[in-house]
C-alpha cells in the first residue's frame, strides 16, 4: 500500500491543494452544472460554460475514489459505503435527470456514485490475489463496464478509475492515461479529426458548429489535471463533516434542484 503522504504529490507539502479542497472545487462544479442542465438552455453559450466547468467534477471524484481505495481501512466497508449512496440516491437523480417527475423515468439511468462503485469494484477484482487468472480478471471487469454502460459518466468513467489506479504514484502517468481516455472516450479527438476528413475525403474543409456546441463542453474535462496536479498528498482535516458532506449532499441538491424544476 503506498504511503499517502507520497502518492501522487506535485506540490510541496506547505503548499497546494488537499483531497478535501479538491472534493469541495468538485462540490461546486457540480451544482454549477446541474443548475445549467435544470434551467438555462442547452447550447447556449451560457450552458457551455457551466457544463464545461461541471466536467471537473466526476474525474475529481474518481481521483478520490482511488485514493479512498488505497488508503481505506476497509475495502469492504468502503464499498458497501458506496452501493449504499448510490442506492439512496438513485431516485434523487432521476427525480433530477426528469425535470421534478418520475411519472416519465427510466429507471436504468443510474448516478455517478454508482459509477464510482463499479469503478472501485473493478480496482478490487484488478489487485484481487485470489483471482489469478488474467483472462478471469479481465471478463469480469468488463462485465461492470457494460453494468456501467446506462449510468452517469458510464464507461468512461470506469475506464477513468481503473487508469488512474493503475499508475496510483505516478501522477505523470495517471495524467497522461487520463488524457487518452479523455480524447477517445469523450469525442474530444473527433472534434480535432472529424473537419479532416471532409477535407482528406470530400476536399471541404467543414465545421459542425451545432455538433461542436454540444461536444466541446467535454473539453472541459482536461481541467481536472491542473487541479490534480496542484494535489499535496494529504487528505486535509479528518471529521465527520468531510467524510459524509458529499454522500449527504449529492442526493439533496438533487433533490431540491427537481422540485424547482417541477415548480417552474
Not at 12 to 18: E, H, I, M, N, Y
Not at 107 to 116: A, L
Not at 175 to 192: R, S
Request: with cysteine; glycine share 6%; net charge positive.
Amino acid at each position: 500500500m503506498t504511503d499517502l503522504h507520497t502518492a501522487p504529490p506535485q506540490a510541496p507539502a506547505d503548499r497546494g491543494l488537499s483531497l478535501n479542497s479538491l472534493k469541495y472545487i468538485a462540490i461546486l462544479a457540480m451544482t454549477i452544472d446541474h443548475i445549467a442542465f435544470a434551467f438555462v438552455p442547452s447550447g447556449t453559450a451560457p450552458a457551455i460554460l457551466m457544463h464545461i466547468i461541471g466536467r471537473i467534477t466526476g474525474p475529481v471524484m474518481f481521483f478520490s475514489a482511488v485514493e479512498g481505495y488505497h488508503h481505506t481501512r476497509s475495502v469492504r466497508k468502503y464499498l458497501f459505503r458506496l452501493a449504499a449512496f448510490a442506492a439512496v440516491s438513485w431516485l434523487p437523480f432521476l427525480y433530477f435527470r426528469y425535470g421534478g417527475s418520475l411519472a416519465d423515468a427510466s429507471f436504468m439511468r443510474p448516478n455517478v456514485i454508482y459509477t464510482i462503485f463499479l469503478g472501485v469494484l473493478s480496482i478490487r477484482i484488478r489487485r484481487s490475489t485470489r483471482i489469478q487468472n488474467p483472462a478471469a480478471k479481465v471478463l469480469l471487469i468488463t462485465a461492470l463496464v457494460i453494468l456501467c454502460v446506462p449510468a452517469d459518466w458510464g464507461c468512461t468513467g470506469i475506464l477513468m478509475i481503473l487508469v488512474l489506479d493503475y499508475f496510483h504514484g505516478n501522477f505523470k502517468h495517471q495524467a497522461f492515461a487520463y488524457c487518452l481516455v479523455v480524447l477517445l472516450g469523450m469525442d474530444v479527438l473527433t472534434l480535432l479529426t472529424t473537419p479532416f476528413f471532409g477535407l482528406f475525403y470530400d476536399h471541404v474543409f467543414y465545421i459542425d458548429t451545432e455538433y461542436y456546441a454540444y461536444t466541446i463542453e467535454n473539453a472541459g474535462a482536461f481541467i481536472p489535471i491542473l487541479l490534480l496536479s496542484l494535489y499535496k498528498g494529504r487528505r486535509g482535516a479528518g471529521n465527520a463533516f468531510s467524510k459524509w458532506f458529499f454522500y449527504v449532499y449529492y442526493p439533496a441538491h438533487l433533490l431540491v434542484l427537481g422540485a424547482l424544476q417541477a415548480l417552474f
